[in-house]
């Protein structure tokens, strides 16, 4: 079974903290991607990355950074967290934009608050 | 640029009625057209898919046609449960952007007994 695996369900954070959010995916997917979900917005891209070291901003990457140092593993950073950052996170893989007819998989996100 | 535009919820239906959740999109490509399902305190899941004009995605009982004319790919189902309430997103996938994905804003879905 395809797994995208989120390292929290739920986490608090304090106002200022570095945060850093882990998702590691195990089918060996080129693509990754880092989204929030909030109440009336839908999903809105934050980073994406199509390959080792490589990543490019979403539509609204201020106050975030990414990094991926292994194929499997896309982390984001919360640089220092603020109370508007409170949101649902939800890392997500496609395989490469070689290869047609793909789906992105999706872990089962981080709702995360900060106070 | 891409985009999704998906119509406004909250949707309430009764079970065994029709639904119909419209989305219509943006991309300067061939994209791919998705619909995504999430429920209560979970990720998203592919609900269906298409990848060229005329296709029709189905799944549990849910369809959608790709209509390269009128840019839509809305969702469909002849007769809901209360098991599909959930909220449903629309999305695309562009071949020439990396396959970056691209999504609605949502459409809840309430089913009532």
């Known amino acids: 079974d395809v797994k995208v695996t989120q390292s929290s369900r739920y986490l608090v954070k304090r106002t200022g903290e570095k945060v850093f959010l882990e998702c590691v995916q195990d089918m060996d997917h080129e693509n990754m991607f880092w989204y929030r979900q909030d109440p009336g917005l839908g999903l809105r891209l934050i980073y994406f990355s199509y390959d080792v070291k490589m990543k490019e901003k979403g539509d609204i990457p201020e106050g975030y950074s990414v990094s991926r140092e292994k194929k499997e593993r896309f982390s984001l950073i919360l640089e220092s967290a603020s109370t508007n950052q409170t949101s649902m996170y939800l890392c997500?893989?496609?395989?490469?934009?070689?290869?047609?007819?793909?789906?992105?998989?999706f872990g089962q996100g981080t709702r995360l608050t900060v106070v | 640029g891409d985009s999704v535009t998906q119509m406004e919820g909250p949707v309430t239906l009764s079970e065994e009625a029709f639904l119909t959740i419209n989305c219509t999109y943006t991309?300067?490509?061939?994209?791919?057209l998705f619909w995504y399902v999430q429920y209560p305190g979970e990720g998203l899941q592919l609900l269906l898919k298409?990848?060229?004009?005329?296709d029709k995605g189905s799944n549990k009982g849910f369809e959608a046609t790709y209509r390269k004319e009128t840019t839509s790919f809305h969702l469909e189902k002849g007769s809901v449960q209360v098991s599909d309430s959930a909220v449903y997103f629309c999305?695309?996938?562009?071949?020439?952007?990396?396959?970056?994905?691209?999504f609605g804003s949502g459409t809840k879905l309430n089913v009532k007994p």
């Open positions: 991309a300067t490509g061939y994209p791919s």
């Open positions: 999305a695309l996938s562009d071949q020439d952007n990396f396959n970056k994905f691209y």
């Open positions: 997500a893989s496609s395989p490469t934009h070689m290869t047609v007819n793909t789906e992105a998989f």
């Open positions: 298409a990848t060229k004009a005329d």
